[in-house]
C-alpha cells in the first residue's frame, strides 16, 4: 500500500511562516497528481492547492500568494511553504497523493496560528 506521512506542523504566530512535508513511500512519479487539504474543527475538509504531474499548481483563493507547492523529486517529497499565515489558517493540514482512481491520504499535521 501506499504510505504517506506528513511534519513540520506547530504553532506559529501571525505573519509568521512554517514548512509542511509529505513523505511519499515511493517515487512520486507514480501519483497522477498531489496536493494539500486542510480541515478546521467543525468544518469540512477543503483544498488548500494540488499540483498534477502534467500541468501546472491550483491554489485555493484564500491562500494564494502566501503558500507554495514544491516538490523534491529526488526526495520523493512534497513541500507546502506556508508565508503570512493567518488565524484562520489554523486546521489540519493532509497531503494526498491520487494514483489512476485512488486517492491517498496522510494521517494529517496541526498547525495553530495564534491570534
Known amino acids: 500500500q501506499v504510505q504517506l506521512v506528513e511534519s513540520g506542523g506547530g504553532l506559529v504566530q501571525p505573519g509568521g511562516s512554517l514548512r509542511l512535508s509529505c513523505a511519499t513511500s515511493?517515487?512520486?512519479?507514480?501519483?497522477?497528481?498531489m496536493g494539500w487539504y486542510r480541515q478546521a474543527p467543525g468544518k469540512q475538509r477543503e483544498l488548500v492547492a494540488s499540483?498534477?504531474?502534467?500541468?501546472?499548481?491550483h491554489y485555493a483563493d484564500s491562500v494564494k500568494g502566501r503558500f507554495t507547492v514544491i516538490r523534491d523529486n529526488a526526495k520523493n517529497t512534497m513541500y507546502l511553504q506556508m508565508n503570512s499565515l493567518k488565524p484562520e489558517d489554523t486546521a489540519v493540514y493532509y497531503c494526498?497523493?491520487?494514483?489512476?482512481?485512488?486517492?491517498?491520504w496522510g494521517q494529517g499535521t496541526q498547525v495553530t496560528v495564534s491570534s
Open positions: 515511493g517515487s512520486i512519479f507514480s501519483f497522477n497528481v
Open positions: 499540483k498534477p504531474n502534467w500541468g501546472s499548481t
Open positions: 494526498k497523493a491520487s494514483q489512476m482512481e485512488v486517492d491517498y
